[in-house]
């Protein structure tokens, strides 16, 4: 109990740490927002809850690191994993995805937390169960007095995660594919009848999130560490987000991410870092807590 | 001790009576469950690299002389595929099976805490290298030893440090404050406990003392309140996923303590993946190869890590880890206690074991009546140019604490 007034008490002796503490919420939230975008489409589209979501997001980390150890500047490992965890997601949204869509919530659900362990075990055989990272070894940014710092690694980062949602966004909005995804998402079986291919948009889908988890991780890999069993983790902040956000809100599912994370940095800062996870699984209930409440029957739809 | 010398005389008439002594050593098995595969793969043959090192100089150097006999070692290993369920049924397998009398350790005090009731209850002399949890050591084995420092003493030493800066600048230890931030789990927590201990005895403050996630990939709260706090000491715990955060997001952030002491530094290789921020901190390390320690098989620290790098190509361009050093001093042990016990019988040589006072290229070796090694201290070695210098303790240091870092 000391321990948390102190911690109050910092906040307050030193309003700048406020600041700090929002900056590096909103920059973690950003990479956390990816991923529940990703989770947001494919529950949307085709109506699967993926449990492997974070374990997405480590792999494509991974191929980043292997392309820095390759000797290639591991700011090209961003658009690398975005194509080759597509690539990696349309292989399994065709061996097992396509065979659960069908069912009902709990086969779906146990085939991703199947596929969520064995990726872990698998990453686990290839790279070892040590954390890496890749270092840029760019500066860091300062201001007030050296309290708020931000390592031009991170906002490199950060703004190609911008991008990259961005991009989606626009894409959904604007491009005929993206169109057929809404549509699919709306009504498949209406699409069907008018002529779209559902089982191409959501193998479309399925590797489109892959893609944009990979990347997220690949950005990950440059300002954190990742290890190959620290899936779990993004997988829970993703539910999270969209569960808090909805799935109509794209854009929404970003904001949510944003706050989540500085949430979570304020929890943390507050309660000790080693209830980081247990902030986040909060946040969950709390989240459901008031969605039960609002109860509003409204259908909500990807838009 | 009549039964002793009446065993030795026996052993000694039984060679003689069977005449033309064969030239060749006989052999004593041991058994060893260690992690081949999973988690702990890495560190697994580590171990097994240095038992069977130790085993070929033991045997250049003429083998184990019991009475006028001479045996080499052989170990039958088991892959527990570093899961301890696997290791207990390994060791029953061993033991019943295998009939193996004398046991060499597993990998991690995870694996060995598995073990260890299963050599209790046979009553098997088991010398372990790789588990340091104290955990091991107050559950009253009597058949149980360890050659390595225990946990706790992983960091102690730092504070020790800490307070000879601090007398050393006129200052009275307790003006010391201190910052912890360890993982929760029983290790790090172990060497959290070490610490308190000794700040404590110092009557120093600890103003931060916190812990990392499981899955920790981001300290920055922690290091924000450390720079709003300015503690003299910061130590760091929580295996190489910590060191490597902490490592650089200390240097991100620009986090300025006097010192800064952590565990897993090598395993995270903080000097290779993050450079300059890894610049003048305190690592602690069970052994270094350029320590004073010496002894007659293997000769001095650093003899015993160019023949090993000799002997295993894959380690030829690498400092070997202290993992493979300590497996070595295992074997070492029972060396000397079968030749002290004069006999193959599984007590003698567990109080044989138990009266153990070496000196190793390891450190030197006395076990406590619990079992852990109480003769040799745990190292710390400052980073200084990119290098592990060895700055405590100081009778064995080969360089001067940079203090404080800037």
Redesign the interface.
């Known amino acids: 109990m000391d321990?948390i007034l102190f911690?109050i008490s910092?906040l307050i002796?030193?309003p700048i740490?406020n600041l700090?503490?929002i900056i590096?919420g909103v920059m973690?939230g950003a990479l956390f927002a990816l991923a529940a975008y990703g989770l947001a489409l494919v529950w949307g589209v085709m109506n699967v809850k993926n449990l492997a979501q974070g374990d997405f997001v480590i792999a494509g980390g991974y191929v980043a690191l292997m392309l820095s150890k390759a000797g290639i500047n591991p700011l090209f490992g961003v658009p690398l994993a975005f194509v080759v965890m597509w690539g990696i997601g349309w292989v399994i949204y065709k061996v097992i995805i396509t065979r659960v869509i069908e069912r009902d919530l709990f086969t779906s659900l146990l085939a991703t937390f199947g596929l969520a362990i064995m990726m872990a075990q698998l990453m686990?055989l290839m790279f070892?169960?040590?954390?890496?990272?890749v270092?840029l070894?760019y500066d860091?940014l300062?201001f007030a007095d050296?309290?708020i710092?931000v390592?031009i690694a991170?906002l490199i980062g950060v703004g190609m995660a911008a991008v990259l949602a961005i991009a989606v966004v626009l894409f959904m909005k604007r491009s005929r594919m993206g169109q057929a995804i809404r549509a699919t998402a709306q009504d498949a079986r209406a699409a069907r009848v008018l002529g779209i291919d559902t089982e191409k948009v959501y193998a479309f889908t399925f590797g489109l999130n892959a893609a944009i988890c990979g990347a997220a991780g690949a950005i990950?890999v440059m300002i954190?560490?990742?290890?190959p069993?620290?899936g779990?983790?993004y997988s829970v902040r993703a539910f999270v987000i969209v569960t808090a956000a909805g799935l109509g809100n794209l854009p929404g599912v970003i904001a949510a991410g944003l706050g989540f994370g500085a949430a979570e940095?304020y929890g943390?800062?507050i309660f000790?870092?080693?209830?980081?996870?247990a902030i986040a699984v909060i946040l969950l209930l709390l989240v459901l807590f008031f969605r039960l409440l609002q109860q509003r029957r409204n259908r909500q739809v990807l838009k | 001790m009549r039964t002793t010398l009446f065993s030795v005389a026996t052993l000694a008439f039984g060679a003689l009576g069977s005449s033309a002594i064969a030239m060749d050593c006989e052999t004593i098995t041991l058994g060893a469950a260690i992690s081949l595969t999973g988690k702990y793969s890495t560190d697994g043959v580590h171990t097994q690299k240095g038992y069977e090192f130790a085993i070929q100089k033991i045997k250049d150097d003429g083998g184990v002389k019991i009475g006028d006999k001479c045996y080499n070692f052989n170990v039958v290993y088991y892959d527990d595929e570093s899961k301890g369920d696997r290791g207990a049924t390994l060791a029953e397998r061993l033991i019943n099976q295998d009939g193996v009398q004398y046991m060499l350790g597993p990998y991690s005090s995870g694996l060995t805490t598995a073990i260890a009731p299963v050599t209790e209850k046979y009553e098997i002399p088991m010398v372990e290298a790789e588990g340091a949890s104290r955990s091991l050591f107050n559950k009253g084995y009597k058949n149980l030893f360890a050659v390595l420092s225990t946990s706790e003493q992983y960091l102690a030493s730092a504070i020790t440090l800490a307070a000879e800066m601090a007398k050393a600048e006129g200052k009275d230890p307790s003006e010391v404050t201190v910052a912890i931030a360890v993982e929760n789990d029983p290790f790090s927590l172990d060497v959290r406990a070490g610490v308190v201990d000794d700040a404590a005895r110092f009557g120093m403050k600890i103003v931060i003392d916190e812990k990392l996630p499981r899955d920790l990939s981001d300290m920055t709260g922690i290091l924000t309140k450390v720079k709003l706090v300015k503690p003299d000491v910061l130590i760091v715990s929580g295996h190489a996923k910590g060191a490597a955060t902490a490592v650089r997001q200390i240097g991100e952030q620009g986090v300025s303590v006097p010192m800064i002491a952590m565990t897993h530094c090598e395993s995270a290789d903080v000097v290779g993946n993050f450079g300059d921020f890894a610049e003048n901190l305190l690592c602690s390390t069970q052994w270094s190869e350029t320590l004073t320690y010496e002894d007659p098989i293997f000769g001095t620290a650093s003899n015993y890590h160019e023949e090993f790098k000799a002997a295993n190509a894959d380690y030829a361009d690498k400092t070997v880890p202290y993992q493979v050093a300590q497996a070595s001093a295992a074997v070492y042990v029972f060396k000397d206690a079968f030749e002290r016990a004069g006999s193959l019988d599984k007590a003698a040589l567990r109080d044989a074991i138990a009266a153990t006072d070496l000196m190793t290229f390891y450190g030197g070796i006395k076990f406590a009546p619990e079992g852990n090694n109480i003769a040799k201290p745990m190292v710390l070695r400052q980073i200084q140019g990119g290098e592990y210098k060895v700055v405590a303790p100081s009778a064995f240091a080969s360089d001067k604490l940079v203090w404080p870092r800037p």
Request: hydrophobic share 30%; aromatic share 12%.
């Open positions: 321990e911690n910092l002796d030193y740490v700090k503490i590096d973690i686990n070892g169960s040590d954390a890496q990272s270092n070894g860091t300062r050296g309290i710092d390592p991170k990950i954190w560490v990742i290890q069993f620290y779990i983790g940095q943390a800062h000790g870092d080693g209830y980081k996870q």
